[in-house]
């Protein structure tokens, strides 16, 4: 496996499940993503972690909550979901990390999990 | 007014023409100016990035930025049908340890017809 990799790639659930998103990549970078990229609408940061540890989170909704247990994996979990919620949601890595770092932040992504809340 | 403004199409070219694909924003802070290609059920993938103003030329794309209007161009020679995707904008400035600002416009959809 190479890149970045999401799964699952399709999701569908109901409000009150409770379900998570995965992601590994395979490129020895410091830092991890998650981005929520909806229709007509620029991609949105949702959290970061550099070095795993959780360095930026845009006030999201805590019905979302993300875990990175190591430089490699990263988790998004999900419970008691709202439909507007549905979304594609993307993980991307970069070689850097924004503490130490002020060059081009170049972030490789994954295909991404549709998520779909009924 | 948003940051990063970016007209999201669709847009629909002949194979051949030459395509411009803009955006403008207002952050004088941003320093790396980038094009992300997305084909249909994949993630954004880098297709090039600038520093500064100027052009930068990779194959048939060219990335250009004026600064002192805050614009940005990609242009494609040559179209061909597999060109056909979403090219998002994406702007960066560093403003001090642990602090992102990469800013993503809303992507122009682009179609080249056979």
């Known amino acids: 496996e190479t890149g970045v990799t999401q799964t699952p790639r399709h999701l569908v659930m109901g409000m009150t499940n409770k379900k998570s998103l995965k992601c590994e990549q395979h490129l020895g970078h410091n830092a991890m993503y998650w981005y929520k990229q909806s229709a007509k609408k620029p991609l949105e940061l949702m959290f970061v972690?550099?070095?795993?540890?959780?360095?930026e989170n845009n006030s999201v909704p805590s019905r979302f909550s993300p875990e990175c247990p190591n430089s490699s994996h990263l988790f998004l979990h999900l419970h008691t979901l709202q439909p507007e919620d549905s979304a594609l949601y993307l993980c991307a890595s970069s070689p850097h990390e924004r503490v130490t770092y002020s060059g081009a932040n170049v972030l490789t992504f994954g295909a991404g999990s549709r998520l779909t809340v009924l | 007014q948003k940051e990063v403004e970016q007209d999201p199409g669709p847009l629909s070219v002949p194979e051949g023409a030459i395509v411009s694909l803009n955006c403008t924003y207002s952050n004088s802070a941003f320093q790396y100016f980038m094009w992300y290609r997305q084909y249909s059920r994949k993630g954004p993938e880098l297709l090039m990035y600038?520093?500064?103003?100027g052009n930068k030329e990779d194959g048939r794309f060219t990335a250009q930025v004026d600064k002192s209007s805050k614009y940005i161009s990609l242009f494609i020679r040559d179209s061909q049908p597999s060109d056909s995707a979403t090219y998002l904008c994406a702007m960066d400035a560093y403003s001090g340890a642990g602090s992102y600002q990469l800013t993503f416009g809303k992507g122009t959809k682009l179609s080249v017809i056979p």
């Open positions: 972690y550099s070095l795993e540890e959780r360095v």
């Open positions: 600038t520093y500064s103003s």
